[in-house]
């Protein structure tokens, strides 16, 4: 039998030609353009994204692309497009998302603007580069480069699901998949997104830490009172919501909650974590070494473990104190948290604990959290992802059980039922949410060829690996 003229190093080749001719660059700085911020209410871009850009692309790549209402009201869009090669073949289901978050114009440093792509050295600046639109337009790039290798064949077939609302909590992302369960059935999920352990390592993640925000609230009485005639006699709301939080909380940062600690991290978890780092970037913030669960490395306590943060508080006015003390005080908290953790039941953990405390006068109000999830690690696309990323980049990949922060993997995972691995092409220092968002060149080059390698093997190995798991 005559041997294909094409080879993995032919796509991956083609993955690289795609950065180094500009071709990347043009197309990322076009997506940059679209204002898709989803906190500001209906905005026309986020459609547009998936109409004038997305299903463009798909639709270049062999796709038929739909757009798909919000089923809550108000929602943003979705996209769901399919590209079929026969059937028996096994089939990956991709995401993305093209909303951003706001733009914070003004904010950026003199010479950068958000909607637009400005290169300084390796850093290209612009709202999206990191968060989603750099990370699903590699994708989509190296996933061009196969076929273009493969002569217009990939071997399986592909599914995706878009949306505009990830910025906003992902709202009918669950709906829309569980409505669309048959047309998004795939033998494994596949997508980026959220940062890789450093800049220097590829990475994988097989699901994220949950979360859920809660609000403490402590209401003594009418309007404030003069503090020179009642200070000393009547109780103050700030000093008790701040003693109610520091019960949760030992002085290190400890959690006294016991509903709300998980359980023990495994042996495989502690394992996979032993050589990951964190902070290595030069500009991550400094970790301060005794914060946190004791007996955990810095790294077991972000991805292992459970964190309770208090993300706001409120009493009086801050910005213009007067003489008096205020009637009540408020603060956002939040939970992140790994599988195991008894989180469904925190209104009842938080209420029994302040109960046994003595702080009868704190309200707690918890509202709708994101679940955790995790692949279980000795899953046979796991081993199959890492060896791919080192083949491709000779480098060790680092292995995340979950990431520390949050994505809706729950909806991949649980509403889909299927095997969900994640490939970041971000670093942590990379602004994301903030001011001066930005991507590393050589991270997105090598991203690229990852994802090309990946493709491509999905194309020599995919059958046998969904049906290895299969039985």
Same mark, same amino acid.
Request: aromatic share 8%; glycine share 10%; net charge negative.
């Given at each position: 039998?005559?041997?294909?003229?094409?080879?993995?190093?032919?796509?991956?080749?083609?993955?690289?030609?795609?950065?180094?001719?500009?071709?990347?660059?043009?197309?990322?700085?076009?997506?940059?353009?679209?204002?898709?911020?989803?906190?500001?209410?209906?905005?026309?871009?986020?459609?547009?994204?998936?109409?004038?850009?997305?299903?463009? &692309?798909?639709? $270049?790549?062999?796709?038929?692309?739909?757009?798909? +209402?919000?089923?809550? *009201? !108000?929602?943003? %869009?979705?996209? =769901?497009?399919?590209?079929?090669?026969?059937?028996?073949?096994?089939?990956?289901? &991709?995401?993305? $998302?093209?909303?951003?978050?706001?733009?914070?114009? +003004?904010?950026?440093? *003199? !010479?950068?603007? %958000?909607?637009? =792509?400005?290169?300084?050295?390796?850093?290209?600046?612009?709202?999206?580069?990191?968060?989603?639109?750099?990370?699903?337009?590699?994708?989509?790039?190296?996933?061009?480069?196969?076929?273009?290798?493969?002569?217009?064949?990939?071997?399986?077939?592909?599914?995706?699901?878009?949306?505009?609302?990830?910025?906003?909590?992902?709202?009918?992302?669950?709906?829309?998949?569980?409505?669309?369960?048959?047309?998004?059935?795939?033998?494994?999920?596949?997508?980026?997104?959220?940062?890789?352990?450093?800049?220097?390592?590829?990475?994988?993640?097989?699901?994220?830490?949950?979360?859920?925000?809660?609000?403490?609230?402590?209401?003594?009485?009418?309007?404030?009172?003069?503090?020179?005639?009642?200070?000393?006699?009547?109780?103050?709301?700030?000093?008790?919501?701040?003693?109610?939080?520091?019960?949760?909380?030992?002085?290190?940062?400890?959690?006294?909650?016991?509903?709300?600690?998980?359980?023990?991290?495994?042996?495989?978890?502690?394992?996979?974590?032993?050589?990951?780092?964190?902070?290595?970037?030069?500009?991550?913030?400094?970790?301060?070494?005794?914060?946190?669960?004791?007996?955990?490395?810095?790294?077991?306590?972000?991805?292992?473990?459970?964190?309770?943060?208090?993300?706001?508080?409120?009493?009086?006015?801050?910005?213009?104190?007067?003489?008096?003390?205020?009637?009540?005080?408020?603060?956002?908290?939040?939970?992140?948290?790994?599988?195991?953790?008894?989180?469904?039941?925190?209104?009842?953990?938080?209420?029994?604990?302040?109960?046994?405390?003595?702080?009868?006068?704190?309200?707690?109000?918890?509202?709708?959290?994101?679940?955790?999830?995790?692949?279980?690690?000795?899953?046979?696309?796991?081993?199959?992802?890492?060896?791919?990323?080192?083949?491709?980049?000779?480098?060790?990949?680092?292995?995340?059980?979950?990431?520390?922060?949050?994505?809706?993997?729950?909806?991949?995972?649980?509403?889909?039922?299927?095997?969900?691995?994640?490939?970041?092409?971000?670093?942590?220092?990379?602004?994301?949410?903030?001011?001066?968002?930005?991507?590393?060149?050589?991270?997105?080059?090598?991203?690229?060829?990852?994802?090309?390698?990946?493709?491509?093997?999905?194309?020599?190995?995919?059958?046998?690996?969904?049906?290895?798991?299969?039985?």
């Amino acid at each position: 039998m005559k041997e294909s003229p094409s080879t993995r190093e032919h796509a991956i080749a083609a993955a690289f030609n795609a950065f180094d001719s500009g071709g990347f660059y043009a197309d990322l700085r076009r997506r940059v353009a679209f204002r898709t911020e989803s906190q500001n209410g209906t905005n026309p871009a986020l459609g547009a994204y998936l109409t004038d850009e997305v299903s463009d &692309t798909l639709k $270049h790549l062999g796709f038929t692309a739909r757009v798909v +209402e919000n089923p809550v *009201a !108000g929602g943003p %869009p979705f996209l =769901i497009a399919e590209r079929h090669e026969a059937d028996g073949l096994p089939t990956v289901l &991709t995401y993305g $998302h093209g909303d951003v978050v706001r733009g914070y114009d +003004e904010q950026w440093r *003199a !010479g950068l603007k %958000p909607w637009e =792509i400005v290169v300084d050295q390796d850093r290209w600046y612009g709202r999206g580069t990191a968060d989603n639109k750099g990370q699903h337009s590699v994708n989509f790039a190296a996933l061009a480069a196969v076929l273009q290798a493969r002569a217009g064949k990939l071997g399986y077939n592909v599914k995706v699901i878009f949306e505009t609302g990830e910025e906003i909590g992902s709202p009918g992302l669950d709906e829309v998949c569980a409505a669309h369960k048959d047309v998004l059935a795939a033998d494994v999920f596949i997508a980026s997104d959220g940062p890789r352990v450093s800049a220097e390592r590829p990475t994988l993640f097989l699901g994220s830490r949950g979360a859920v925000p809660f609000e403490l609230t402590v209401n003594l009485r009418e309007g404030g009172h003069h503090s020179g005639n009642w200070g000393g006699v009547l109780r103050n709301p700030a000093v008790v919501l701040s003693h109610a939080i520091a019960s949760l909380l030992d002085r290190n940062g400890r959690i006294e909650v016991e509903g709300l600690r998980p359980p023990p991290i495994s042996a495989a978890v502690r394992e996979a974590l032993a050589d990951i780092e964190l902070g290595r970037d030069e500009s991550s913030p400094d970790i301060d070494p005794t914060w946190g669960e004791p007996g955990l490395t810095p790294t077991e306590r972000v991805i292992g473990w459970n964190a309770l943060e208090v993300l706001a508080m409120k009493s009086g006015n801050p910005d213009a104190p007067v003489n008096a003390i205020p009637p009540s005080a408020k603060a956002s908290c939040q939970l992140r948290f790994v599988v195991g953790t008894d989180w469904e039941n925190m209104q009842a953990h938080l209420e029994r604990h302040f109960a046994r405390h003595g702080f009868d006068d704190v309200a707690v109000k918890v509202t709708r959290g994101t679940p955790a999830t995790r692949l279980d690690l000795d899953d046979p696309w796991v081993q199959w992802v890492l060896d791919s990323m080192r083949a491709t980049t000779g480098k060790k990949p680092a292995l995340l059980p979950n990431l520390g922060g949050t994505v809706p993997n729950d909806v991949f995972a649980k509403t889909l039922g299927l095997p969900t691995l994640w490939l970041p092409h971000s670093y942590p220092a990379c602004n994301q949410h903030a001011p001066n968002e930005h991507v590393l060149a050589p991270v997105m080059r090598e991203a690229l060829g990852i994802m090309a390698g990946l493709w491509w093997d999905l194309g020599d190995q995919g059958a046998l690996i969904a049906n290895r798991r299969r039985h």
